[in-house]
């Protein structure tokens, strides 16, 4: 198992346990690597807020002027200005109870950390949140963000598909006279024990089974 630093760790619950993320200093022009932020987390299923004074939309997402502005919670929030201007951006995030300030490579300055441990803020910095999500999440292909996915038909009428994702019993490692043995939970023997227990008959293999003299 590969040992993980206090700051990959941190990394890794923030991006799992993330729903809402504010990108303070987005920029609307697709070459600057704020907007790509905001575009790449969005499409990974985060709640985007991109924010900056003239409200222009950043990859199609509506803005606001100041993170004050923002009416739900917010769990992260990132921070694209320079180091002087970001610590009157630390204290909005700490006003909407963040859990976390997010630095990306340039923009972290000494007294902007002071300021966040200040008020109890996590600190990531000098980390492009885009790599750090594919590293952990790209490899695995797991679900990444956004609400958890429900189980049950989902019918598409555009489509016109039908998708089950309900658990099946062979999820959980048991197939009807499938192989396996004993660990697995396959096999004929499997079912036969099955049918004893509803019987009220112990199996022969456990060893508390005697047979009763003739």
């Known amino acids: 198992m590969k040992h993980m630093t206090r700051e990959e760790a941190l990394i890794e619950r923030l991006l799992r346990r993330t729903r809402t993320v504010a990108v303070i200093g987005a920029s609307p022009r697709p070459t600057r690597h704020s907007g790509e932020v905001v575009r790449y987390l969005h ?4 709640d985007v807020i991109p924010v900056r004074p003239d409200r222009a939309q950043v990859g199609g997402l509506p803005t606001y002027a100041r993170l004050d502005d923002v009416a739900g919670p917010v769990d992260l929030v990132m921070i694209f200005r320079r180091p002087e201007a970001a610590t009157a951006h630390i204290r909005e995030a700490a006003a909407k109870h963040a859990e976390a300030v ?3 490579p340039g923009a972290w300055s000494r007294e902007a ?3 966040a441990r ?3 803020l996590a600190i990531v910095k000098d980390r492009c949140i885009v790599e750090e999500h594919r590293h952990l999440f790209g490899a695995t292909g797991e679900l990444s963000a956004g609400h958890p996915r429900k189980t049950g038909v989902h019918v598409s009428r555009r489509k016109r598909t039908v998708e089950d994702n309900r658990p ?3 999820d959980d490692g048991y197939v009807a006279d499938g192989g396996g043995g004993h660990v697995a939970g396959g096999g004929v023997r499997a079912v036969l024990d099955e049918k004893k227990m509803m019987r009220g008959r112990p199996s022969p293999r456990s060893g508390r089974f005697k047979p009763k003299p003739t």
């Open 168 to 170: 099946r019993p062979e």
């Open 118 to 120: 200040r008020h109890q």
């Open 113 to 115: 950390e002071d300021e």
């Open 102 to 104: 997010w630095f990306p």
């Open 43 to 46: 499409d990974v299923g985060y």
